[in-house]
């Protein structure tokens, strides 16, 4: 087991601690499941260096002050956010404090074990960070201004209407702009988008990108 990549799974649903652990020791992790962030947090400290594969909503302490908690004793683990409700702003606000990917319940293998492989990349290797946001801003800035515009807004956690409204369009418009801006910078999910805007540090900005119509 030693030579095995190790997963931390922290999740309070029994069922899914079988079925994703049943599929990531198959895949050749060595997976070690917690039923709450608490039992996580009380050995983390003495925890191998792995991915952590942590559920957002949880009882007694949910999956956000989990990742803040590991941010504040400046333990370094990938963090991979697992929801069932698809709360997209806390899905940004975890993003936001460094969360490799959020992915939706039920989950795809595929999907998971593409998040785990950035997951490991981010650990093993702490140049990829500043080549993915070389690239990120490369692809940002073949936006319009309008589409930053959009960009932000969704990095910000903030629904249609409120961008429209910031932009003075309707919504639909900014639907358009965000299918734009998704084909431009070759994403095809939310998750994809905001993992460029971070990247890029679009959501860290102290001045935004002036409005142009």
């Known amino acids: 087991m030693g030579d095995k990549r190790v997963i931390h799974l922290v999740d309070d649903e029994e069922a899914i601690r079988k079925s994703a652990g049943f599929m990531l020791r198959m895949s050749g992790f060595a997976v070690h ?69 959020f992915l939706a319940k039920p989950i795809e293998k595929a999907v998971l074990m593409a998040a785990i492989d950035r997951a490991f990349a981010q650990l093993e290797n702490t140049a990829a960070r500043a080549a993915e946001q070389a690239v990120a801003l490369s692809k940002i800035a073949a936006l319009t201004r309008r589409e930053q515009t959009v960009l932000e807004g969704l990095a910000d956690g903030s629904p249609n209407k409120i961008i429209a409204y910031k932009l003075g369009v309707s919504s639909r418009t900014v639907e358009i702009l965000r299918a734009g801006l998704m084909l431009k910078l070759g994403a095809r999910t939310l998750s994809d988008v905001l993992r460029i805007a971070f990247a890029a540090e679009l959501g860290n900005r102290q001045k935004r990108l002036p409005i142009k119509e």
Do not use: N, W
């Not at 007694?60 to 702003?89: E, F, N, W, Y």
């Open 33 to 101: 499941s917690y039923a709450s962030g608490t039992d996580f947090l009380e050995m983390v400290d003495e925890a191998v260096t792995g991915c952590v594969i942590l559920d957002l909503h949880m009882p007694d302490i949910d999956g956000l002050q989990v990742q803040k908690a590991l941010a504040k004793r400046k333990i370094v683990m990938p963090v991979v956010i697992l929801t069932a409700s698809g709360d997209i702003a806390r899905a940004v606000q975890a993003m936001r404090a460094g969360a490799v990917d």
